[in-house]
C-alpha cells in the first residue's frame, strides 16, 4: 500500500464514501455524465489537440481531430445511445426443476477503479475507459501517461473542471506514482500500456486481489495471400503503419507475402507513402515519435537489422533532420530478415517494417503461433480456404480481412488482446460489462417444488431420482 497521509489514497477515499452512499446511479444520472464528458470533449477539442500536438513536438491536428477527436465523440455517443438496453437486467431461464421463479442477470456497479492511460493516443485511451467506467455507474480515478505531461495536466484541468472529485479525479506523476497508484485497492484497474508495464500491473494489483483489464500490445501480423491485389495490400498497410508514425498498438508489426512479390509490395508501398506524405520527412501530416528515448531504441533496431545483413528501404527525406525539435523518423521497409534480428523480437512500435517471404501459408501459420499471441492479425486476400484457415488455426485478439487497424473504430465489438497482448476487452456492449458485476439473481414463488429434495431422504426420492434424472 502507499503512505497512508498520500492525496492520492485521500481522493480514494472520497470517492470510495461517496459511492457507498450512491451505489447505483440513475439512467439519467449516467447520461448526463456521458453528456457532460461529451461537451467537454466538443468545447475543448482545439486545445487538446494542441496539447498533444506539444507533446509530441509534431503531431498533425487533423490527424488527432481524426483519430481521436471523432472516435471518441462516435463512441460515446454510442454509449448513450445503448444504455438502456444495456442497464435493463438479462433474463434468463430458471429451469423445470426450480419453477416457479424467475431468473436475472443484473449489472451492477463495480465501486471505485483505476484508469491506467498510454502516451500514444492520449485522449482516446483515457476518455474512452472513462466514458464505459461511468457508463456503469462507477466513480474513476485516472493516471495518465507522464510521457504526454501537457496533455495530462490538460485532462487534470478539464476533468476537474467537468466532474466533481468524488466522481472522476485525475493522478499525474511519474513511474513511481503510477506505482503507489495500481497498488490502491480499487474494484478494478483498467490498464493500456506495454506487455512489460502491464505484467508490473497486475503484480500490484495481485496484493488487493484487484481484477485488471491490460490492454497492450504485440507482433500484430499482416499476411498477403497469394490471390491478393499487392497494390491494394500496400496502401492499406502503409496507412495502418504510417498514422502516429506506427506508434499505436494494432499497427502491422511485419508482412508475411508469397515470394518474389517482394519488388511489386515495395514499390507500391512507397507509392503509397509518398503520395499520403508529399513533403517527406517534413510534411506537416506525419507524426514525430514521441521522444528522444524511443527516436533511438528504433535506429538501435534499425542498425541492428543492418548489422545482421538486412536490406533497408528507406521512404521521405534520409539525410540530417532539419527541425531538431522533433523526432520525425522516415519510413524503412526492411527486406532479408532473419529472427535473431531484434525487429523480429519485440513490439517495433515505429515506422519500421520488417518483410518476410513464405512459399506456403502453412509456414506462416507456424511462425505466428511460435510467437507470444499478437493484438490484431490482418489477412490480405479473398481465398475462403486461407481465411477460413488463417482464422482456425492462429490465435490473436482480433482479426481484419482486407485492411488495417479500423477494427478499433467499430463501436459495437468488443477490442483486446490475448495472452501476452492483453486481458479482457472492451468497446460495444462488452466495455459496459468490463466495469460491473455481472449479479445473478433468483427470485422464487410461493411453491416450492425443491423441498422434495429436502431431508430425511427416502424411498420417495429414490423413485423420482431414477424416474426423472438417472434414467
Known sequence: MPPQSTPMLEVFEKQKTAFSNHSYPSLSE????????????????????????????????????????MQVKHKIEYIKRNLRKWMKPDRRSSGLLYLPATSKVFSQPLGVVGVVSPWNYPLTLSLSPIAYALAAGNRVMLKPSEHAPITSELFSRLLGETFPDDKVAVVLGDAKIASEFTSLPFNHIFFTGSTQVGRLVMQSAASNLTPVTLEMGGKSPCIIGAEANIS???????????????QTCIAPDYVYLPKGKEEEFVNNYVKSWEKMYPGGIESSDLTSIINEAQF??????????????????????????????????PTHLILNVNDEMEIMKEEIFGPLLPIKTYDDIQEVIEFVNSGERPLALYYFGNSRDSRKKILHNTHSGGVVFNDTVIQFAVNSLPFGGVGASG?????????????????????????????????????????????????
Open 296 to 329: 533511438t531504441r528504433l535506429e538501435q533496431m534499425l542498425q541492428d537489422a543492418k548489422d545482421k545483413g538486412a536490406k533497408v528501404v528507406a521512404i521521405g527525406n534520409t539525410g540530417e533532420r532539419e527541425n531538431s525539435d522533433n523526432f520525425r523518423m
Open 423 to 471: 486481458i479482457g476487452s472492451y468497446h460495444g456492449k462488452e466495455g459496459f460489462l468490463c466495469f460491473s458485476h455481472e449479479r445473478s439473481v433468483v427470485s422464487k414463488g410461493k411453491i416450492n417444488p425443491t423441498q422434495l429434495a429436502y431431508p430425511p431422504y427416502g424411498r420417495r426420492i429414490h423413485r423420482i431420482l431414477e424416474r426423472f434424472f438417472i434414467k
Open 232 to 246: 491494394q495490400a500496400a496502401s492499406r498497410i502503409c496507412f495502418g503503419k504510417s498514422i502516429n508514425a506506427g
Open 30 to 69: 449516467r447520461k448526463n455524465d456521458l453528456k457532460n464528458l461529451l461537451s467537454l470533449l466538443k468545447n475543448n477539442r482545439q486545445e487538446i489537440a494542441e496539447a498533444i500536438n506539444q507533446d509530441f513536438s509534431g503531431r498533425s491536428i487533423d490527424e488527432t481531430m481524426t483519430l481521436e477527436v
